[in-house]
């Protein structure tokens, strides 16, 4: 069955840096855009990145844009979100989605359970 797993959340100060992992299994990985989401309490769901099955495209909220990368390991089954220049308003449960195909075109099939981002002083 498909699975999809995140790690990397924690609790970081304003400016720093962390990175997000989502370890996929279940199906063929290298065939499927994946993208990462966030959701912070009482706001709905927002994307924050996506990146096709070969990894050479990639798009980004506007608010993410310069400070996150998303990039993914086919070799490894996983994709990963480098977070830089974290705000406060960055703090939120992350999720990592399966798109339906290979790019974004396609709806989330499957979602992860989520990590938490916490950005404090």
Excluded at 93 to 117: A, I
Aim: net charge positive; with cysteine.
């Amino acid at each position: 069955q498909v699975q999809l797993v995140e790690s990397g959340g924690g609790l970081v100060q304003p400016g720093g840096s962390l990175r997000l992992s989502c370890a996929a299994s279940g199906f063929t990985f290298s065939s499927y855009a994946m993208s990462w989401y966030r959701q912070a309490p009482g706001k709905e769901r927002e994307l924050v990145a996506a990146i096709t099955s070969s990894g050479r495209l990639t798009k980004y909220a506007d608010s993410m844009k310069g400070r996150f990368t998303i990039s993914r390991d086919n070799a490894k089954n996983t994709v990963y979100l480098q977070m830089n220049s974290l705000k406060f308003e960055d703090t939120a449960v992350y999720y990592c989605s399966r798109k339906g195909g290979s790019d974004w075109s396609f709806q989330n099939d499957y979602w992860g359970l989520g990590t938490q981002v916490t950005v404090s002083s």
